[in-house]
């Protein structure tokens, strides 16, 4: 299916996603890098209102850009499979179709990894994100449970940036995979 004379629409792709998905690689490193590094030096109440307010945001862009980058990737990749009996149908026919298709899966990945590994840890920050907010403004008293509970509400932001490397890995690599087919040239 490959052509010796790609279309607009592939070269477009092949200039555009690997761009795409390596600036999204560097968003989600970042957040890890130097984000959560700050949140940790705040007050818990403040820490748990900006991890939410950022959750909420990445979440509206960070996930399609991935998906876009990644169903991209996996066209570039389909562009890339033999028609001919001897290779096969629908065999990837280069090491460019199967660098994309590793861009692919390791770019779009990303959300599927997010909702096996990350929601739980999500969903307790969530959980006391929102808990802080009701709680604002009314006096507590200071006690042992207090600073546990802060301890373990840091300790769970800590985590999150730990699993969230880990995204940023697979982005990084899957952007490199991308970024190599795009500017290989045709064999």
Known sequence: ???DHPTLVHRTLQTTIPLVSSIT???SLSLSFFMVPRLLEAPVAVMLQQWQ????????TMVPLCLVSGVSYLWLALQHTSSSSAAGAGMLSSWR??????????TAGVVPYTAA???GTNRRLMERADREAAAKGKV???????LEQEKSAK???DWWGVLNLVR???LTVGSACGLAAATATAA
């Not at 507590?140 to 207090?146: H, Q």
Request: charged share 10%; with cysteine; proline share 0%.
């Open 1 to 3: 299916m490959a052509s």
């Open 25 to 27: 690689a560097g968003l």
């Open 53 to 60: 307010c950022t959750y909420r945001q990445g979440a509206v």
């Open 97 to 106: 179709g199967k660098s994309f298709l590793a861009a692919g899966l390791l």
């Open 117 to 119: 590994f990350m929601m």
């Open 140 to 146: 507590t008293e200071f006690s042992d449970k207090i």
């Open 155 to 157: 300790a769970l932001v």
């Open 168 to 170: 940023g890995v697979m």
